[in-house]
């Protein structure tokens, strides 16, 4: 993966974005929680491609995984 990690800490990314864009604590939450199901959904495919020894599934469990990490960049380059 060429940009953000999941493995970005959520708390440091608060920080961050409480400090540059005017953001209500209800809309923090719904983004957090956007950010925090990506990661997972991102966590969850990498495991699935990995545990898998066909080829094809392995190629799908990748390619979900990847379109959870682009959805994770886009909501944190919006944040920026």
């Known amino acids: 993966f060429n940009a953000l990690t999941p493995s970005l ?3 440091n990314i608060e920080e961050t974005v409480l400090k540059q864009i005017d953001l209500t604590e209800k809309e923090w939450a719904a ?3 956007l950010l925090t199901d990506e990661e997972l959904l991102v966590k969850k495919f990498k495991m699935l491609a990995d545990q898998t020894a066909d080829a094809e599934i392995k190629q799908k ?3 979900i995984s990847n379109k959870h990490q682009n959805h994770f960049n886009a909501l944190y380059a919006h944040l920026q």
């Open 61 to 63: 469990y990748e390619s």
């Open 31 to 33: 983004v957090s929680d």
């Open 9 to 11: 800490s959520l708390y």
